[in-house]
C-alpha cells in the first residue's frame, strides 16, 4: 500500500481526477455566449491563483482566526457543548465558509485588469472558485484514498471487520465524485433555462414600454 501511494502514476490519477472536472466546466463557462469569450492567458492565470495562492491564504488566515476565536471562551463553551472536538467544528462551521469566500476573491483579482463589466468577473470569479474547488478535490481524495484504501485492502487479524469500513469510504469517495459529474451539469442547465424563461417573459414587457415610449 505504501509503493501504491508513492507512485507517480497514482499521483498522476489522483491529480487529473482531481483538475479535469473543473477545468471542463471552466471551458464551458468561458465559451457560454451568455458570459463572453475572455482571454485564456487571464482566465488559466485566475484559475492558477485559486488553486495556488487561494489556498495559502485559507490555510494562513483560518489558522489565524481559529487562534484569536480559541481566545474566547463563551464560543469554546458553546461549541464544548455540541461537539467532541470544538476546535475542528469551529473551523469547519465558523471559520472556513468565511475565509474560504474572501480568499477565492483575493483569487479572481488576477483578473481585473480585463474585468470591463459585471459578466467578465463572473468569468474570473468562477475560474478562481474552480481552481480552489480543483486543488480541494486533490486533497480531500488523497485523505480519504490514502485513509480508506489500508481499510479496504487490508488483510491480517481483524481485517474482516475493518474492511466494510474502507470499502465505505473509498466507494462513498467514487460515488460522490461520478454523483457530481452529472448533478453539476444538470442543475446548471436548470439553472440556465430558468433564467431563459424569465427573459422571454420580460421580453414583451420591455417592448410594450418601448412602443408606448415611441408613441408618446
Do not use: C, H
Amino acid at each position: 500500500m505504501a509503493d501504491l501511494a508513492s507512485s507517480p502514476y497514482f499521483l498522476l490519477i489522483l491529480f487529473i481526477a482531481a483538475f479535469a472536472l473543473p477545468l471542463v466546466y471552466l471551458v464551458w463557462i468561458r465559451n457560454s455566449p451568455r458570459y463572453g469569450r475572455e482571454p485564456w492567458p487571464t482566465v488559466l492565470k485566475t484559475f492558477a491563483w485559486g488553486a495556488v495562492f487561494s489556498v495559502i491564504i485559507a490555510i494562513i488566515l483560518s489558522v489565524v482566526f481559529i487562534l484569536l476565536l480559541g481566545q474566547i471562551q463563551s464560543l469554546n463553551d458553546f461549541f464544548a457543548r455540541r461537539f467532541q472536538d470544538p476546535t475542528t467544528a469551529l473551523g469547519a462551521l465558523v471559520v472556513a465558509p468565511i475565509v474560504e469566500e474572501a480568499a477565492k476573491g483575493v483569487g479572481a483579482t488576477a483578473g481585473r485588469r480585463q474585468t470591463q463589466s459585471k459578466t467578465d468577473g463572473l468569468v474570473y470569479g468562477a475560474a478562481a472558485g474552480l481552481g480552489f474547488s480543483a486543488t480541494e478535490n486533490l486533497v480531500y481524495a488523497l485523505a480519504a484514498l490514502l485513509g480508506g484504501l489500508p481499510l479496504a485492502l487490508g488483510t491480517g487479524v481483524g481485517a474482516e471487520l475493518r474492511r466494510p469500513l474502507g470499502i465505505a469510504i473509498v466507494g462513498g469517495l467514487l460515488l460522490s465524485q461520478l454523483l457530481t459529474l452529472y448533478t453539476t451539469p444538470v442543475v446548471y442547465l436548470a439553472f440556465d433555462r430558468l433564467a431563459q424563461r424569465i427573459a422571454r417573459r420580460r421580453l414583451p414587457k420591455q417592448v410594450d414600454e418601448q412602443r408606448a415610449l415611441e408613441a408618446g
